[in-house]
């Protein structure tokens, strides 16, 4: 069989524009590992857990029985679902009902609290963390806890808020994309923290938003030995059981 002339040059020519393009390199993504850090903010010492919420997040463990029902602090807490930190989290009621919503891997508790104490939601919904103004939340989400007040928003501290009551502080600061921050602060005012806080930048990160947990007597932290610093458990012998606690988690 003779091959066209035609045919035959065409088979020649170099096929440089038909030559497959080499694969796209992966892009790596560098997130870091969660810490603990023990820092002084405008005079407030607290001690801080940070992590990023692409590869870490947030668990509510909620005791439907009332507090210390199921474990005494957030130590135990934190270990009986193998946690790297936990930190108490929403307020409850003198008989243990939660004073606000609270959510726990989907299960609802409690109520809208139309406190000061439940003016601000944080939350963890389909690979989602965020803490917004209650009236911006429809309490529907897997991880919910409804506390307050907002200590900062914006980067701006909150006006308004109460400079006289100096008392251990337990609350959730971010970034507003995926670096978030635990943290028990030393006793102080809810008007001195957020002054510390709003655009303040204690773990490699500016604090855009930040909410207020139950602290006095409630306040407590646990950090386990997985995290560089750890192990870390600052629960003064005074404390009360709590209703609740935020367990921090591997996605």
């Known amino acids: 069989m003779t091959i066209p002339m035609r045919l035959l040059l065409f088979l020649m020519i170099p096929l440089r524009g038909f030559a497959a393009e080499p694969p796209p390199r992966a892009v790596v993504v560098d997130i870091a590992a969660p810490r603990y850090l023990a820092t002084t903010l405008n005079g407030i010492p607290m001690q ?6 692409r590869s870490h997040f947030l668990k509510v463990l909620d005791q439907p029985d009332g507090p210390g029902t199921l474990w005494a602090d957030c130590q ?6 193998k946690g790297l930190a936990a930190i108490n989290a929403g307020y409850f009621t003198p008989q243990g009902s ?8 989907g299960r609802k508790a409690g109520g809208n609290n139309a406190s000061s104490l439940g003016s601000a939601v944080w939350y963890e919904s389909n690979g989602r963390s965020a ?3 209650r009236e911006k939340t ?3 989400a897997l991880q919910l806890i409804q506390a307050g007040p907002l200590l900062a928003e914006n980067s701006r501290e909150i006006k308004g808020l109460d400079a006289v009551k100096n008392s251990a502080r337990c609350f959730i600061a971010w ?7 635990i943290a028990r602060s030393s006793p102080c005012s809810l008007a001195q923290l ?7 930048n204690p773990a490699g990160f500016p604090i855009h938003c930040a909410m207020n947990l139950d602290g006095g007597r409630s306040a407590e932290i646990y950090v386990s030995q997985a995290i560089g610093g750890g192990p870390v458990f600052n629960r003064p012998i ?5 209703r609740n606690f935020l367990v921090l988690q591997a996605r």
């Open 48 to 53: 801080c857990v940070t992590f990023d919420s």
């Open 138 to 140: 429809s309490f529907k």
């Open 76 to 81: 135990a807490a934190g270990q009986s679902v």
């Open 238 to 242: 005074w404390n009360n059981p709590v």
């Open 194 to 200: 957020s002054h510390a806080l709003a655009g303040a």
């Open 175 to 181: 970034d507003g994309g995926s670096n978030w921050m």
């Open 98 to 105: 939660p004073l606000g919503f609270v959510i726990a891997s």
């Open 131 to 133: 803490i917004v103004r």
